[in-house]
């Protein structure tokens, strides 16, 4: 066994604006009803012209809102010193997304790329940004989430993604950035809606938003959703979910508002564990043996090689208070305290396409291969978080110099209980044919193992941020947080086979103890912005932030293994960004348009050295590129979001990660773009479309032999018709990869299955509101 070493080179704002809160209800039905209204109003023959009283309309924004939900940016968004894209409800609501992954995509670079190893299946949201994974970074109104879930939107307002080391903002994070969902709260207007989905594949869905408001300055808000579908071009495969969301609204209209929010999500799914690579370009056999494996047929990309018996069952509860004070002097008192779970009952059938598991009676006859469903991945794991989140906001200053700040201070606890599944009396699954796979069988016995594991980490945390304006030109700002963290993990696992604890002569398979460590200390992350501003409308700026993860600060578990990021005798993961762009604001402030270089360097890394085996912490990894973007209206009528990027990797120092012997990092695409674009005519309907390109995707490195050592680069299109029948009614019809491109979506460690991309389908939507 190897030995771990140290080896060292030398703006004030309220929560939301009630305002567009009330006009986002109204955006599903498109411009043409704004303009209509409008018209009723000017036509009302009660209107009376008072003197000295001058009316000045405000332009709706489509796709754009430059106030981000956390106090700790306090400027807007053309004014804030980093690369942050705000996808709003108006924008993914008329693409028909539903889940997180899904809205994402309209951030250019970010997705959900990697399967997992062939052993450990990923399971929910797993976001991959700028080369790294930030499944971990994932926060509701500025409070981590927590599980390995699937996040439906139905009840998110906008969703702001962060990109470079955030940990300034929200503590441990990953290298390259989080994502913020911010959810619905109630307001003071009586509004409602309503909608139904039909799609391919049999995809129904239904939600409702009703907000009604009560007493002096108070409202209700209740949030209804339930999915009932199968996935497009994907046998077997189901997302099935309901959920609740309720939101109390109290002194709306006064110096103090409270809201109360609680969330319930139900799901139940079958997960889907992905295609053989079989006949993919890039493809060779596994077995020298048996050259022909590399000229078989590609399998088709609806195939299911899991079995009805699996499931993905989850359960989540959030229970939030938010209260805010405004003072006379405009400063803002807020205190959150939160309480959410989530439980995760998981069974997936993998496989993995190596020699041995290939069994090929008939090299010339493909029909009767077989591949053996070897590698069930269970999770039963329960995740709570208890926190309660306080901070100050204001100004002060006179004459050239002013500050616009932000004090807070944080106080969580976040828990893991982990209860080990897995196969009894060394039962299985029986093989799957490999062209045509059967799920309706029967063989595996599975239940509670004996092993278990448990983990806590309690912070207590707080934070400075000040935004200092010399004149109308010139801005410095920066934050600095720290963070006193202690990290506590115990658990049991089966001893031998390749990961499990010696057994010290006890029987393979006999549960022991395994991890029982804790990791404590404190972390400063950082960060300082300077910004300068030609006119009121732009602004040039350059950036530098630091970032930390600690061991166990992605999933509360820690590790005694010499190779793990997880293991206590490790220092915490250092991530780097410095970055300088520009900003504008166009078309009377309703387009935003955005430009940035970059450039992130992560120490700390565990690599292991060629020569003594050994592991050190001395690995160091960089990314760096540039990102555009362009959001908001061209013109009254013409909306758009677009996005590109380029991410330029590389390994540092240490040994290479991708299969294909470069220097490169794996899992992520070089170039990547996104756009979005709608045009709304006056008779009241609505066209438009979008295309998405993904570079190609490296794959780790292990000793898998002949599978394809990169997912090749794609282009997908998809298109939008609405029409609005009245002021109450809308029709949506969407249409998506309208070319019926093939792509690989996300490819796993070893490069046996993959994802495939959802084929051509479509989707159609009523609208009511009320």
């Given at each position: ?357 290939l069994t090929t009676p008939d090299l010339s006859d493909p029909s009767g291969w ?217 078309a009377g402030d309703a387009l935003l348009l955005t430009a940035a270089l970059y ?172």
């Open positions: 066994m190897s030995y771990i070493k140290s080896r060292k080179h030398p703006r004030p704002s309220t929560a939301r604006s009630l305002g567009a809160a009330s006009l986002l209800t109204g955006l599903a039905l498109g411009a043409p009803i704004a303009a209509h209204a409008a018209g009723e109003v000017a036509a009302d023959a009660d209107t009376k012209t008072l003197e000295n009283l001058e009316v000045h309309g405000q332009r709706v924004k489509r796709y754009l809102n430059e106030e981000l939900s956390s106090p700790k940016f306090t400027q807007p968004l053309v004014d804030t010193t980093q690369t942050i894209n705000v996808i709003s409800n108006d924008l993914f609501t008329e693409q028909g997304a539903t889940s997180l992954t899904e809205a994402l995509r309209n951030s250019p670079g970010v997705g959900t790329f990697y399967v997992g190893e062939n052993g450990n299946t990923t399971t929910g949201d797993a976001i991959y940004m700028r080369g790294f994974d930030s499944s971990s970074s994932i926060f509701v109104d500025g409070v981590r989430d927590v599980g390995s879930i699937t996040r439906d939107i139905f009840n998110v307002e906008q969703i702001e993604v962060t990109k470079g080391p955030a940990g300034t903002d929200t503590g441990r994070s990953s290298p390259t950035g989080s994502v913020n969902l911010v959810t619905k709260h109630a307001y003071l207007r009586d509004a409602g809606s309503a909608s139904l989905s039909l799609g391919t594949d049999d995809q129904k869905r239904a939600t409702a938003d009703w907000n009604q408001t009560f007493g002096e300055g108070n409202a209700f808000r209740v949030n209804l959703m339930a999915q009932d579908s199968d996935v497009p071009g994907r046998d077997v495969v189901e997302n099935n979910r309901w959920g609740v969301a309720t939101s109390f609204g109290f002194g709306l209209d006064g110096a103090t508002r409270v809201f109360f929010d609680l969330l319930h999500v139900q799901q139940d799914n079958i997960p889907d564990g992905g295609v053989s690579t079989i006949g993919l370009p890039g493809y060779t056999s596994p077995d020298p043996t048996r050259p022909g494996i590399g000229d078989a047929p590609k399998v088709d990309r609806d195939n299911y090689y899991g079995t009805l018996s699996d499931y993905d069952d989850v359960t989540a509860d959030m229970l939030s208070l938010h209260v805010e004070h405004q003072f006379d002097n405009a400063m803002i008192l807020r205190n959150t305290t939160r309480w959410g779970r989530s439980h995760q009952e998981y069974m997936l059938t993998a496989f993995m396409g190596g020699a041995g598991n077989t591949i053996t469903r070897n590698l069930p991945t269970f999770k039963d794991n329960r995740n709570a978080i208890a926190t309660n989140q306080t901070s100050l906001t204001g100004s002060f200053g006179s004459g050239e110099v002013t500050h616009d700040f932000t004090a807070g201070v944080e106080v969580t606890r976040e828990e893991l209980d982990i209860t080990g599944m897995g196969a009894l009396d060394g039962s299985t699954w029986p093989d799957a044919n490999l062209y045509a796979p059967d799920p309706d069988v029967a063989g595996l016995r599975w239940g509670r193992t004996g092993a278990d594991g448990e983990g806590r980490t309690d912070t207590v945390s707080a934070y400075l941020f000040d935004t200092v304006k010399f004149g109308e030109r010139w801005q410095l700002n920066g934050g600095l947080r720290i963070d006193r963290y202690d990290t506590e993990f115990s658990n049991s696992a089966a001893c031998g086979g390749r990961r499990g604890p010696d057994c010290n002569g006890l029987p393979v398979g006999t549960v022991v103890p395994n991890v029982d460590a804790e990791s404590s200390d404190t972390l400063f992350n950082w960060k300082l912005g300077a910004l300068y501003k030609p006119t009121a409308d732009s602004s040039f700026y350059a950036n530098y932030a630091i970032s930390q993860q600690p061991p166990g600060g992605g999933s509360l578990e820690l590790s005694n293994s010499a190779n793990s990021a997880n293991n206590p005798a490790f220092d915490p993961q250092k991530a780097k960004t410095a970055e300088v762009g520009a900003k504008w604001t166009l450039d992130t360097t992560i120490e700390n890394e565990i690599v292991q050295d060629p020569t003594d085996q050994q592991y050190y912490q001395n690995g160091e990894k960089r990314v760096r590129g540039i990102e555009l973007s362009a959001v908001g209206q061209i013109t009254d009528d013409w909306a758009v979001s677009a996005g590109f990027t380029t991410m330029d990797t590389e390994v540092i120092e240490g040994p290479g990660v991708a299969v294909d012997g470069s220097s490169e990092l794996t899992y992520i695409p070089d170039r990547a773009f996104t756009a979005w674009t709608t045009y709304a005519f006056d008779s009241g309907l609505t066209i438009g479309g979008g295309a998405r390109y993904s570079g190609e995707l490296k794959r780790g490195t292990d000793g898998a032999v002949g599978t394809p050592a990169y997912a090749e680069d794609y282009w997908v299109f998809d298109a939008v018709a609405s029409y609005a029948f009245s002021e109450q009614w809308n029709l949506r019809l969407n249409v998506y990869n309208l070319f019926d491109e093939e792509y690989v979506a996300a490819i796993n460690k070893s490069g046996y299955r993959y994802t495939p991309g959802q084929p051509r389908s479509a989707l159609l939507t009523v609208n009511y509101r009320f």
